[in-house]
């Protein structure tokens, strides 16, 4: 962890910098020992002086579009149990790589468009303003100045979105061949989840599996105990099941899976969700501790999986 990171005012990370020679971090594959990698496609925090420029109130907008600091925890989390990670760099703010290329709120775009614009789920988010470039907010307002051409939109696709998603692919498919089977831990950060009812505890864990489309039940029902054993309230796909990420990269039929995991911002960070807190350490040890209890169910599976064709 660099500590230039952690001071309290967070000038060190919002400081408007010189272009992002690469769109994310990853680690070495020799590096990894085990079936896991850990992505944080929110974790981006490198914020270009051009991009500041034509945001509205930049300071509210990082606040609120990123997983605040969940690029250090996928570091620290992989590091402790062997994990490859996959990190980005670029700010959601910028492009979401979470959402599909075609999840685009042509409102904010200027330039030539499709002649008929598909409204479906694939573009829901978009038109609520969180599409691949977030328009707005919710609760503040509109996130930039004026409207971003195509050329510009396109560029971001072709430069950050399909770089980071097809490393991804590389990624799980070359562990998947070393290991039988290969998880993605999709990690994500949450606003603390608001009290349904008087003496509901909320969720400081959201376990996502696109509602056992994207990740072995097993996986599952192994994450959800191991919280839920160490006293932390956990909860499975409500209120977020995962998205673009792991409709596109889990495929447990080729024993490929992916799952989701939201960690509420209060878990790791100080009262006002701004600078990792105390208590960041304790949540990296007890992810780190998840992912070896994943790794060995992974590795199991991967086993038994090949099995078959080793006997053939």
Request: charged share 25%; with cysteine.
């Amino acid at each position: 962890m660099d500590e230039r990171d952690l001071g309290r005012d967070g000038s060190k990370a919002f400081e408007p910098q010189e272009p992002c020679s690469q769109p994310f971090h990853a680690s070495a594959l020799d590096e990894c020992a085990s079936p896991i990698v850990i992505a944080a496609p929110h974790g981006g925090r490198h914020y270009e002086a051009a991009v500041l420029a034509e945001m509205r109130d930049p300071d509210v907008a990082r606040l609120r579009l990123e997983d605040r600091y969940v690029d250090l925890l996928a570091e620290a989390v992989a590091e402790q149990c062997g994990a490859a990670v996959v990190v980005a760099r670029v700010p959601r703010a910028v492009i979401d790589l979470n959402r599909a290329p075609d999840d685009i709120d042509w409102s904010m775009i200027s330039g030539s468009r499709p002649k008929s614009v598909r409204h479906s789920l694939s573009n829901r988010r978009a038109r609520s303003g969180l599409g691949i470039i977030p328009r707005r907010v919710p609760g503040h307002g509109e996130v930039w100045r004026g409207p971003v051409s195509v050329a510009e939109l396109e560029q971001r696709v072709a430069t950050v979105h399909r770089p980071y998603h097809t490393h991804l692919s590389s990624v799980l498919e070359a562990l998947r061949d070393r290991w039988g089977a290969a998880l993605l831990i999709d990690l994500h950060s949450m606003p603390p989840l608001r009290k349904r009812f008087a003496d509901e505890i909320p969720a400081e864990f959201v376990i996502g599996d696109r509602f056992g489309a994207s990740c072995d039940h097993h996986l599952v029902a192994n994450a959800l105990q191991h919280l839920g054993d160490r006293g932390k309230a956990v909860a499975h796909n409500r209120p977020y099941s995962g998205g673009y990420v792991l409709d596109r990269h889990g495929s447990p039929a080729r024993g490929i899976h992916a799952m989701q995991i939201e960690v509420c911002r209060s878990s790791y960070l100080c009262a006002n969700l701004e600078e990792p807190s105390a208590r960041f350490q304790s949540v990296v040890r007890l992810l780190a501790g998840l992912m070896r209890v994943l790794a060995d169910e992974v590795a199991f599976m991967g086993r038994e999986r090949t099995l078959p064709n080793a006997a053939e």
